[in-house]
Every structure is written in C-alpha cells, then in structure tokens.
C-alpha cells in the first residue's frame, strides 16, 4: 500500500531564508502527488500537484516541487520565506489508476521568525 | 465558481451525545465528498467517502458513520460520541478520478468532553 513520509515535523527558518519541505512517498509505480497548506484553524490550499511530464512544478505563491523518481521523494522548496508562510504543510500521495483517495503525510509545521 | 461549507465551525458536546456535521458543496454537479479527521500531531485521516448518493464507502471502522442524501451535502453522525472522538473535521470534494484535485472545507473543530 502507498504511504507518505515527512520526516520534518517543525522547520524554523528566517524571513527571507531558503526554504525545503521533504517528502518521501512508498507506491510501486507513478504516482500522483500534491502539496497542501494549512492556516491555523483553516481547511486545505492546494499548493501544486504532479501528475507527469516535466518533474519540476510551480505553484502558487512562490513554491515549487521537484519529483526524483529514484528518491522516491517530492520536497517542495521557496527561495525566500515570508512571514505569511508560516503555516502547516502537507503532502499527499494518490494512488493510480482507479482510485479517488489520497493518502496524506502527518504534515510539517513551519515558524518563520523576522 | 464552486464553494464548499461546513458548519458548525466549532462543537462543544458531552460524551454519550448525538453528532451530525454538515457539509455541502455548491458550484459543481456529482462530485466525490470526503469527510477526514485531523488529529493533533498526526495528519489527516480518511475516514469515508462518496461518489455519489447513498454511495458511501467506509475507510475506518469506528462509531461514526456518513449519509449522503443529496448529490451536494455530505452528512457525518455519530450516536455516541467517545473523548478520542475529538479532532478537526475536514470536507473536501473532487470532480472525480484520480487524477483530480481535493478541494477542502473551512473544517469544524469537535471538542468530545
């Protein structure tokens, strides 16, 4: 069965300061695979999603994600944190090719201090 | 454009009581809807979902259960609610197919005491 791992559970960084999120997924083929955030007290953003093609992804306010097929992993990354980052971050893995479920990690949370 | 709702936002219930969260989408015609549960420090669990009315499929054996009675509203229950019943409840729904983005609720937050 799929599963997904973020091994972070709390990154601190500094406004300004490079920003990666790691994750690291178990499935047997390609999968489908997302970045969420979340707000406190919020629901879920869609941050970016990679289905196929070009492995390295954008999304919205600034992230990406590069899919490493040999590393199993999709981490996301920003180039300079901004305060309003601050936030929890999830990845989700969608098994292919008949199922609707995602299958989300157990999130990290990011502190961005100024 | 498509709005998704819960309410309420927030529930404070004794131990023993009834539970009903709501949750309805707006903007979009048989979508898949999906209830999870957050728990503190430990991501998001699945814990029913639906592709369509009275369709619902079961991920978690517990004492909750979902209703879908309408294409567009997607119902979780309890009879009665235990203290590990607490936690963030999430709606999210999809057009459909695995391929297809998650859009997620506002959630409601469920103290059990």
């Known amino acids: 069965a799929q599963s997904v791992t973020q091994p972070d559970i709390h990154i601190t960084v500094s406004e300004g300061a490079s920003l990666e999120l790691r994750c690291n997924y178990s499935y047997g083929a390609t999968p489908y695979l997302f970045w969420y955030v979340q707000s406190p007290g919020q629901g879920l953003q869609l941050l970016l999603k990679?289905?196929?093609?070009?492995?390295l992804v954008q999304g919205i306010k600034g992230f990406e994600a590069e899919f490493k097929r040999s590393q199993s992993s999709f981490n996301l990354r920003k180039p300079s944190v901004h305060w309003s980052d601050a936030a929890e971050y999830f990845c989700a893995v969608g098994a292919r090719p008949n199922t609707d479920k995602l299958i989300f990690g157990t999130g990290t949370r990011l502190q961005v201090f100024p | 454009s498509q709005t998704i709702h819960q309410w309420p936002a927030t529930l404070v219930q004794p131990v023993g009581s009834p539970l009903s969260l709501e949750c309805t989408v707006e903007g979009t015609s048989n979508p898949n809807l999906y209830w999870y549960r957050q728990a503190a420090g430990r991501g998001l669990q699945l814990l029913f979902y639906?592709?369509?009315?009275?369709?619902i499929s079961s991920e978690v054996p517990q004492n909750l259960s979902a209703s879908r009675p309408q294409d567009r509203q997607f119902i979780l229950s309890s009879k009665k609610l235990l203290l590990s019943d607490s936690g963030f409840y999430l709606c999210?729904?999809?057009?459909?197919?695995?391929?297809?983005?998650?859009?997620f609720g506002p959630g409601t937050r469920l103290l059990v005491l």
């Open positions: 639906s592709v369509g009315i009275g369709q």
């Open positions: 999210a729904w999809s057009v459909g197919g695995p391929q297809e983005t998650q859009y």
């Open positions: 990679y289905f196929s093609g070009d492995t």
